[in-house]
């Protein structure tokens, strides 16, 4: 239950992470994909931090039933963003997926971590969070390392994945 429930706020995690980088810097990535309308990239861009947000503040709560409907909410965020990540895999080929930054590519890797979150916190939301609200904070910095962990594999894989030319 631990890491199920500690992998669905690292995605949540992410998704704020994300958002609020979209926020930052606008929607140049996701316009230069040419998939989706402009009103559904202005969505996206609101609909990421606001929903894992959502999951987090959920959780913190404690209430179980607010957290099973944010939760799902998060997963199903997390299914639509596999779905476009497949797409514009097959669509743009290897192009910047705009998540966290403007440099890593959409991967197989990538999706598949994508999946990996909407599985955990479709599975974990109908979990009962922990009683005391210290057990609960003291999730959040694990999550936050499992965020980092995933965003350093996918940056790692994307550097040695690469082939790179050779001199001769």
């Known amino acids: 239950m631990t890491l199920l429930t500690d992998l669905a706020l ?7 992470v994300a ?3 979209h926020l930052a810097r606008g929607d140049r990535t996701l ?5 989706l309308p402009p009103w559904m990239i202005r969505v996206a861009v609101l609909a990421d ?3 894992g947000l959502a999951a987090i503040t959920a959780w ?8 099973r409907y944010a939760w799902l909410a ?8 596999a779905a476009y990540l497949t797409v514009l895999l097959r669509e743009r080929g290897r192009v ?3 998540c966290l930054d403007t440099t890593t590519l959409v991967s197989p890797l990538k999706i598949a971590i994508t999946v990996a979150f909407f599985a955990a916190t479709a599975a974990a939301s109908p979990l009962h969070p922990p009683p005391d609200l210290l057990t609960r904070l003291l999730h959040l910095p694990l999550a936050a390392f499992a965020a980092l962990l995933t965003t350093v594999a996918t940056k790692t894989a994307a550097l040695t994945g690469t082939p790179r030319p050779r001199n001769r």
């Not at 316009?31 to 998939?35: M, V």
């Not at 913190?60 to 957290?67: E, I, K, M, N, R």
Request: glycine share 16%; net charge positive.
């Open 19 to 21: 958002g609020v980088r």
């Open 49 to 51: 931090p606001l929903i």
């Open 74 to 81: 998060a997963a199903t965020w997390h299914a639509a963003l």
């Open 31 to 35: 316009r230069g994909h040419g998939l």
């Open 10 to 16: 690292a995605g949540a995690v992410l998704l704020v």
């Open 60 to 67: 913190l709560a404690g209430d179980q039933t607010v957290t």
């Open 96 to 98: 910047p997926c705009g």
